[in-house]
T-cell receptor, first 115, second 114 residues
Framework: DTGVSQNPRHKITKRGQNVTFRCDPI?????LYWYRQTLGQGPEFLTYFQNEAQLEKSRLLSDRFSAERPKGSFSTLEIQRTEQGDSAMYLC?????????????FGQGTRLTVV | GQQVMQIPQYQHVQEGEDFTTYCNSS?????IQWYKQRPGGHPVFLIQLVKSGEVKKQKRLTFQFGEAKKNSSLHITATQTTDVGTYFC??????????????FGTGTRLTIIP
């Protein structure tokens, strides 16, 4: 296990379609984050898991977005009825579960293009 | 909600000049982290600061955490072309114990003129 893995790396979809992304965190990392990044902007927080528990979801996130981490390992992010404004890089990160070291390790991201 | 701002948004420097980016949070932070993102890449962790007034150095990079734990800075001495990228600060709210959401700043994009 060499890092956080995200699939697919690229996704092109038609407006109105549903898409699902997968993130495999570093083994034994209990925290998992989803971020969205558009060109020239910083990563925008979407949601965060501690093991299988979803602790927070951004208020900016519409009900079309949902995330799961059913067994506390990999996570999926689903976007329903995609819109052109959803086009962005979706980043997943994981971190260890002890307070003294909360460095986040990022995956390569999934670039979503909605046409 | 918590907001983390960085200035400047862009910085162009001649190779060999110094560079500084400043980070300001609307709320008190339990810790501040710095990340570097190369063009086309993903954010990569540089360092974490925890204590009020803490200063840490990594070769030509100096990181500082403010006394009030609401601001931070990153200073690069004698920039090199390998320093090109966008530098982000990211903080966790002190008041949000147990829910350690990491909020990223707006970033400072550094370009180097050879």
């Amino acid at each position: 296990d060499t890092g956080v893995s995200q699939n697919p790396r690229h996704k092109i979809t038609k407006r109105g379609q549903n898409v699902t992304f997968r993130c495999d965190p570093i083994s034994e990392h209990n925290r998992l984050y989803w971020y969205r990044q558009t060109l020239g902007q910083g990563p925008e927080f979407l949601t965060y898991f501690q093991n299988e528990a979803q602790l927070e979801k951004s208020r900016l996130l519409s009900d079309r977005f949902s995330a799961e981490r059913p067994k506390g390992s990999f996570s999926t992010l689903e976007i329903q009825r995609t819109e052109q404004g959803d086009s962005a890089m979706y980043l997943c990160a994981s971190s260890p579960d002890y307070w003294a070291n909360t460095e986040a390790f990022f995956g390569q991201g999934t670039r979503l293009t909605v046409v | 909600g918590q907001q983390v701002m960085q200035i400047p948004q862009y910085q162009h420097v001649q190779e060999g000049e110094d560079f500084t980016t400043y980070c300001n949070s609307s709320t008190t932070l339990s810790n501040i982290q710095w990340y570097k993102q190369r063009p086309g890449g993903h954010p990569v962790f540089l360092i974490q600061l925890v204590k009020s007034g803490e200063v840490k150095k990594q070769k030509r990079l100096t990181f500082q955490f403010g006394e009030a734990k609401k601001n931070s800075s990153l200073h690069i001495t004698a920039t090199q072309t390998t320093d090109v990228g966008t530098y982000f600060c990211a903080g966790q709210e002190e008041s949000n114990f147990g829910n350690e959401k990491l909020t990223f700043g707006t970033g400072t994009r550094l370009t180097i003129i050879p």
